[in-house]
């Protein structure tokens, strides 16, 4: 069984910064993808970045130069900071990991519980 623990949203005045983390605990053998996505209300969930185990990363196009992915392998962790925030960033983020609970099993996704990121105008 695995468990993620997203923190760090929260309100914010526009132009200003927030950091999500998302701890990843439980039955891990190893965690390949990481990201964070998003949704606001009334609109599909989109991707936000994701950064795979080796380091390469990817972006929405509407947050790039404003949004840094990164990861702690040591402690199965991802971080998205976020920089000049909008309103149109303002929804809920969800952090999702790509994992195995064993060398015997295909890897399979799972969801944390998500995070409100509010930013005001």
């Known amino acids: 069984q695995v468990r993620l623990v997203e923190s760090g949203g929260g309100l914010v005045q526009a132009g200003g910064s927030l950091r999500l983390s998302c701890a990843a605990s439980?039955?891990?053998?190893?965690?390949?993808?990481m990201g964070w996505y998003r949704q606001a209300p009334g609109k599909q969930r989109e991707l936000v970045a994701t950064i795979t185990n080796s380091g390469s990363t990817n972006y929405l196009d509407s947050v790039k130069g404003r949004f840094t992915i990164s990861r702690d392998n040591a402690k199965n962790t991802v971080f998205l900071q976020m920089n000049s925030l909008k309103p149109e960033d303002t929804g809920a983020y969800y952090c999702k990991v790509t994992y195995m609970s064993t060398p015997l099993y295909a890897p399979r996704d799972y969801w944390g519980q998500g995070t409100q990121v509010t930013v005001s105008s």
């Open positions: 439980g039955s891990i053998f190893s965690i390949g993808t």
